[in-house]
């Protein structure tokens, strides 16, 4: 059986944007979509994060730290035949004072850190996983009213999807940008729907 992690942040949890943040079934959640789509022979592995940044620290979600769990999450899970990662949204946050730059450097760096511990090939890890860099969904400019959000990170979250493009060819990584192939957000502007096209 073929296992393939799916690495990311609350739109990776299921996080229901139209119903207060309860969680959508598996069956609708972008990964049980997946795993239904892939079939019985490939297990597709949910590691989703509410608030979780690639190194910003956010004292109101402790370990929330993507560079800090990546190691150990990906040791639990081994062997992999792929890892898929979808973050950044979050460090769009202003209270983080990041840019579109800064937050794809980071991503670079958590790519290079499993690509470094996968080659290590324990515990019968194949050298060479598939790895799937996907660029989240831009913020809708509805994001903005909340609290969490104002224009600029609507703006930088569009920034995303050419950094980690070009992020994805200097690595030979496969690369998707969730703008073109997500088809529609939720009411808060910041998670998918549950028409979001896959």
């Not at 990311?8 to 972008?30: H, I, M």
């Not at 370990?63 to 800090?68: C, K, L, R, T, V």
Request: proline residues 5%; negative net charge; charged residues 25%.
């Amino acid at each position: 059986m073929k296992r393939i992690l799916c690495f990311g942040d609350s739109n990776t949890w299921g996080f229901n944007g139209a119903q207060g943040g309860l969680r959508f079934p598996e069956e609708v959640r972008w990964t049980g979509r997946l795993s239904r789509l892939m079939g019985e022979d490939v297990r597709i592995i949910e590691e989703g994060m509410n608030g979780r940044t690639l190194s910003s620290f956010d004292d109101m979600r402790p370990g929330a730290e993507a560079m800090e769990y990546l190691l150990p999450c990906l040791a639990s899970h081994l062997p992999l035949d792929a890892v898929v990662f979808m973050l950044g949204t979050n460090e769009c946050k202003p209270r983080f004072g990041r840019t579109a730059a800064e937050i794809t450097a980071d991503m670079g760096e958590l790519v290079d850190r499993a690509i470094a511990f996968l080659a290590r090939g324990l515990h019968g890890q194949r050298p060479d996983p598939v790895i799937l860099l996907v660029a989240p969904k831009p913020l809708a400019e509805r994001a903005a009213e909340d609290a969490a959000f104002d224009m600029g990170s609507v703006e930088m979250s569009r920034q995303l999807a050419e950094g980690y493009r070009a992020l994805a060819e200097e690595r030979g990584l496969l690369f998707l940008d969730a703008g073109t192939a997500a088809e529609e957000l939720g009411p808060d502007g910041c998670h998918l729907s549950v028409n979001f096209g896959l």
